[in-house]
């Protein structure tokens, strides 16, 4: 008998204790994911796992491909993030795991996605070819192809994707001047809705928070069109025309960001595209109310959660730059130098915090909104959008 | 050498592996916690554990004590649930683990609490003794105890406490005709604000999602207490006085609930007390501008997150209905008959679908909102209220 050992008992079983409790050890105990989410690191094609509760970095996803204008959808269970690359790929992460779950290389050019209120359809925009494609969220196979097709043969870049109730998704599509929605009740067979002629070069789109009106914001003629989807037979209509792109056209350093959610209250806060300007729109008469000068073009125009603050940041050369408007007395409160190259800001969910990433400082701001203080910074190399977790439980986001 | 054992060296390591893998087998893979909720089982001191995507019971937490008119509140991350028990009883539930990980006897008799805006704190509105005590969300040691005297040695029972944006918490005082403020930034030094005489009775109170308004409903008299919180020099106000509680004081079977956000747009849905009415109030005017005539005394009138719908459960006898208002046409869509004893409702983070508990029918309805089919009944003994961790990204919730 070589290789016989002699072992009491209770020393075997000890030796096997002793290496399963260590196997035990080195699984980690389960924790939640409500307050995690992830910061884009453009140059490196990583994502970086973070903890809005303890304020760091947990760790890194990399081999994400050209993560510039990189956006993030979220499943229902908060695990899983969906990372739509400028290159077209799209990938399915567990920000659990920190694994790549799955991956497809969908288009050539993509400029973001959605994902549907039940969370079972993955939706991605794109430049090229022009066009929705929407994929099973579970396994990211392709669902349905919805070809942007305005003209035999001519394909529209897409903008302003965002998810509507049902299995329905609405966009815009800049090359042709309409905005579309898509209902995928029937995946195999999409229902489409056309609107057309509804205001030159729709550029981006949000949805309020309540589903109930689409904006979309114009790069090629002086005003937005709006979309009453309660309405018994929906229609676009201009709002806002004349409110000065057209009057003096400025150069435009960076287009305009819709998407955030800046309603507060009844009002809707914009960014004026190519002008100093944040201009403050009543959601019941869609009439400008009001105009705030700023520190230079805005791009991302975010209302704090609870609708009592407006965050702005701002395209080349003022982009080291964050403004504070209080939605009450119209103010600016505080201008804030983060760092430079502000790309993009994100509200904790019950919004006592925002992160703001300054890509050319490589860091990640943690701050404060009702003091304004700086409460952490995070050391993170480029990084651009930051996503978390509860935009899950959002619409239009 | 008794208890000796001869193996081969091979067959020891083959062993401890089995032991390892089995081990690790029954370690299961992460999970996120957007899709998790709890049900109170409210006869057997049980909390069940559920998901909201697969629409099942992932298993139950036992030992809760008495969970009549059990509330929940969730930590910051999703993982805990914070329990307050009918008996003074506060526990805090690891949901993934399924463990009890604190608990506290910390009154006699209670009915409900809250969580602070960061997560850090947790209050708990106690009738016996009547004040709040408010706890490290960590560990749930006492951070500080503010009775609720009113008076020499007279001790008020509390209802309606909400979380307000910093560490503070706004609660009424049933028994003494107040709503009071507690600011905890210096949590072993609590500052409490009192508005006084605002109304006989305040019996329960909502914060509106935006954390501006403050609605006391009032047992003792004909209106409701109302507090601008955004005001620079907050005052209660009265407001709706004469809606009809006092014009013929119907025999009130159960108090109705304010809490549950029945804001929709610009209106708050109110159920009228006593009367088998929801009375609908203009958020600019806090002017009534309609009422709704329903098939009970409601209890619970609750806004899908979207505000597109109202839906209304109601006392006994009438408590085997709910009720659906379309918000805009103002009519009642829909009257279902779930089971009977219904409790409680609880949207899905998107409002796709609506939980409802019956409790003497002994199950859970899961119902599509659009179609309003049942898609899947869940057999729970006694359940009641229904908490989604999507309430611990909200305000006043």
Redesign the interface.
């Known amino acids: 008998?070589t290789?016989?050992?002699?072992?009491?008992?209770?020393l075997?079983f000890t030796?096997?204790l002793s290496?399963?409790l260590a196997?035990?050890a080195s699984?980690p105990?389960?924790?939640?994911?409500?307050?995690?989410g992830v910061v884009i690191e453009r140059a490196n094609g990583t994502v970086a796992v973070v903890n809005?509760?303890t304020q760091t970095v947990l760790g890194d996803i990399p081999g994400l491909g050209d993560l510039s204008h990189a956006s993030v959808v979220?499943?229902?269970?908060?695990?899983?993030a969906y990372v739509f690359g400028r290159d077209g790929a799209l990938t399915k992460l567990n920000i659990?795991?920190r694994q790549i779950e799955a991956r497809t290389q969908q288009a050539g050019n993509s400029i973001g996605g959605a994902i549907s209120?039940?969370?079972r359809l993955v939706a991605a925009q794109n430049y090229e070819p022009g066009g929705v494609k929407v994929f099973d969220a579970q396994t990211l196979a392709l669902v349905a192809d919805i070809p942007a097709e305005y003209d035999a043969g001519k394909l529209s870049r897409v903008v302003g994707l965002a998810d509507l109730?049902?299995h329905r998704f609405i966009f815009s599509l800049f090359d042709a001047d309409q905005i579309w929605i898509a209902d995928l009740s029937t995946p195999q067979k999409p229902a489409v809705q056309k609107f057309k002629q509804v205001g030159h070069q729709p550029y981006d789109a949000l949805v309020t928070p309540?589903?109930?009106y689409y904006i979309a914001g114009l790069f090629g003629e002086d005003g937005l069109a709006l979309i009453d989807l309660?309405a018994p037979q929906p229609q676009a209509r201009r709002i806002l025309q004349g409110y000065g792109r057209g009057q003096q056209p400025l150069p435009v350093y960076k287009m305009p960001h819709l998407r955030g959610w800046a309603v507060a209250?009844?009002q809707v806060w914009l960014p004026a595209i190519g002008r100093h300007e944040v201009l403050i729109v009543d959601t019941d008469t869609w009439q400008e109310v009001g105009r705030i000068p700023v520190a230079g073009q805005p791009v991302f125009v975010m209302a704090r959660?609870?609708?009592?603050q407006i965050w702005v940041n701002f395209a080349v050369p003022d982009y080291h730059r964050v403004q504070v408007i209080d939605t009450?007395s119209r103010q600016i409160v505080q201008t804030l130098e983060p760092g430079k190259a502000v790309l993009h800001m994100e509200f904790t969910?019950?919004?006592?915090a925002v992160w703001i990433s300054s890509r050319d400082a490589n860091l990640v701001s943690v701050i404060d909104t009702?003091t304004l203080q700086t409460l952490s910074t995070l050391s993170l190399p480029s990084p651009s959008g930051i996503f978390f977790?509860?935009r899950?439980?959002?619409?239009g986001f």
Do not use: K, V, Y
């Open positions: 008998m290789n016989a050992l002699r072992l009491p008992l209770s075997l030796l096997s290496l399963i196997a035990c699984t105990a389960p924790i939640g994911t409500g307050d995690l809005t509760s979220f499943s229902r269970d908060g695990a899983h659990l795991t209120q039940d969370g109730p049902g309540n589903g109930r309660w209250g009844r959660p609870d609708g009592r009450q969910p019950r919004g006592e009702q977790t509860s899950a439980a959002r619409m």
